[in-house]
């Protein structure tokens, strides 16, 4: 796994990051408010403020590119246009921290995760609320759109995941994960027919049934969980029939695994605590905190030697 080809480092530690669809762009939220848009070098673009708590999660708008949404413990989720460089409207509509959000594939809507335990979906055009799903029975921590946006997944410290669908907000199918502890994150595979899950002592793979299929080695902590994601690698020497994902385990540890064969395929240590990361073809953005407090942000140009 190739080391890290830029590095930025901060007062405040980072709490999120994502990648733009088109390769551009990375955003970044901290735990001061703030949110930063940067270039693949990692020099600044944008410095948006708004929020005034910690921003818990961001993603850019799947159609239009210069729309950012970002959650925060302030309990709203703000969109942005990078064109403006100003908020396009704030969404109020939660009592507690949002922890997860979520654009629908066509961009027109979007959904929020929030610890008051309700999932809301929101009008990008109006910035009104269209439903709210009571959701689970603790905090929602995911909210995951499918592909065709048909169905939306969501995760909670209760330990359910929960599909719903879309159109009706209709609850599908609960998956029970009892007895692996509280999930912190949920995800689709790549085809669909799987999801993703991470808990307080692991990540596994589960089909859409509830049927758990396996656990993945060495990729999840007991003291503090970071998301793992599927790693979409065509042409690499591991060839296009095989599924990865990368997470992190106890060490602080970049994982990649095979999915397939249940098996590492290569490791690479960090030098902070990752608390997010995110990966979009072969680039990968990890970020994170010191053990002084500082924020750290790396960007891997490419996964694969």
């Known amino acids: 796994m190739n080391t890290p080809y830029v590095s930025s480092v901060r007062s405040s530690p980072y709490t999120c990051c994502k990648i733009d669809p088109s390769l551009t762009l990375i955003a970044a939220g901290s735990s001061d408010g703030s949110l930063g848009v940067y270039d693949f070098d990692l020099k600044l673009r944008y410095a948006l403020t708004g929020h005034h708590r910690g921003v818990t999660c961001l993603t850019f708008n799947p159609v239009s590119h210069h729309l950012v949404l970002s959650g925060s413990d302030d309990c709203h989720a703000i969109l942005w246009d ?59 921590n995911t909210v995951n759109f499918s592909r065709d946006g048909t169905c939306l997944l969501t995760s909670s410290y209760e330990g359910h995941i929960r599909i719903w669908e879309t159109s009706t907000g209709r609850c599908l199918q609960t998956l029970l994960n009892d007895g692996t502890g509280p999930c912190s994150f949920a995800s689709f595979s790549p085809n669909e027919k799987y999801c993703l899950v991470g808990t307080t002592e692991e990540v596994s793979l589960w089909d859409l049934r509830g049927e758990l299929l396996r656990k993945l080695p060495e990729i999840g902590r007991s003291d503090y969980l970071t998301n793992s994601v599927f790693v979409d690698a065509p042409g690499t020497q591991f060839g296009n029939d095989v599924w990865c994902v990368i997470g992190v385990n106890e060490d602080d540890q970049l994982v ?44 891997y140009e490419t996964l694969f030697e």
């Open 82 to 140: 990078l064109r403006k460089k100003q908020a396009v409207f704030t969404a109020r509509g939660h009592n507690s921290y949002i922890l997860d959000v979520d654009f629908h594939p066509h961009g027109s809507v979007f959904a929020t995760a929030s610890n008051d335990e309700t999932v809301c979906l929101w009008d990008v055009r109006s910035g009104n609320k269209l439903r709210t799903l009571e959701a689970h029975t603790d905090a929602v």
């Open 256 to 299: 990649l695994v095979d999915v397939d064969n249940n098996a590492v395929l290569e490791t690479a240590t960090l030098d902070f605590t990752p608390i997010c990361l995110d990966m979009v073809d072969n680039s990968l953005v990890v970020c994170g905190f010191s053990e002084q407090g500082k924020g750290y942000l790396q960007c």
